[in-house]
């Protein structure tokens, strides 16, 4: 073999190298995206999302904010253009990606596939449904009264291994936060909130504002879950105490924080340009 042909073969070797490798990789960036389409679509996010557009509507409609009929169809606007299901697939899609980790991944996957997180999520996306979050809101209090106690017990439990209340303590502080961040930036800077001012604002929202929410959430709980058994309810509260549900409940909380930080931030800015339109007016 002379020495050209000796090269033309080792350079023949490396380029299948990597030709290999890129193929690797394009292999791995699919079976990535893959797995998080279908967590998406298993944790019931994909549907919530669909059903955000609708959920606003009605929410709106049965307790509407104290707005003129004007404000409130531009207000309406606002929320659905910043909640739209695009949007906020989009933002989940990116933080999941950016956050990806395989064995995680994959073992969050096995978990929604098994039949009893796939009963209680399809429990989950009924609440979504406009016609039964009506029902909630005319039932939910004479409905509590019929809850047993041992049963509250186990749903307490279940707020408390999957963080829902303090993810939802966290997305109204990171809503204040955005808005008056915003707000900030078009206010001369006497009539500014200063940041320890807002710090200590955002402190006490926390220490004040997880019982009312664990409340709430107790009832929303209550009137979710209400055609599960309770063998079912402690099974699934068992299922989230074990190491891939808390490892779970860490990366949806801050994939649903990342999703409606988005959403809350277009909100703001929307928020800052209708304070210079009407300063400008």
């Not at 509590?144 to 408390?160: C, G, P, Q, Y």
Request: no cysteine.
């Amino acid at each position: 073999m002379t020495r050209h042909s000796h090269k033309v073969s080792r350079l023949t070797v490396i380029l299948l190298l990597m030709l290999m490798s890129v193929s690797t990789m394009a292999t791995d960036l699919d079976k990535r995206d893959k797995q998080i389409a279908q967590i998406m679509e298993l944790s019931g996010a994909i549907h919530t999302f669909d059903q955000m557009p609708a959920m606003m509507q009605t929410m709106l409609q049965q307790q509407p904010p104290p707005l003129s009929a004007r404000e409130l169809e531009s207000f309406s606007r606002v929320m659905t253009a910043a909640f739209s299901p695009e949007k906020m697939r989009a933002a989940m899609k990116s933080y999941l990606t950016a956050h990806y980790e395989p064995h995680h991944f994959s073992e969050l996957l096995a978990l929604l596939q098994r039949p009893l997180v796939k009963r209680m999520t399809a429990l989950e996306q009924a609440t979504t449904d406009p016609d039964d979050m009506i029902q909630f809101m005319q039932q939910a209090n004479t409905f509590m009264s019929s809850v047993a106690n041992e049963r509250l017990t186990v749903l307490r439990n279940i707020d408390n291994a999957m963080i829902m209340s303090e993810t939802m303590l966290d997305l109204q502080v990171q809503s204040f936060q955005s808005f008056i961040q915003a707000i900030n930036t078009v206010l001369p800077e006497p009539q500014q909130m200063p940041a320890s001012q807002m710090e200590e604002i955002s402190r006490q929202m926390r220490e004040q504002g997880l019982y009312p929410i664990r409340q709430q959430m107790l009832v929303q709980l209550a009137w979710t879950y209400r055609m599960a058994s309770d063998a079912d309810l402690n099974d699934y509260l068992e299922l989230y105490r074990s190491p891939i549900g808390q490892w779970s409940k860490d990366i949806m909380k801050a994939s649903t924080l990342a999703v409606f930080g988005s959403a809350t931030e277009e909100i703001s800015q929307q928020i800052k340009q209708k304070i210079i339109r009407d300063h400008g007016a």
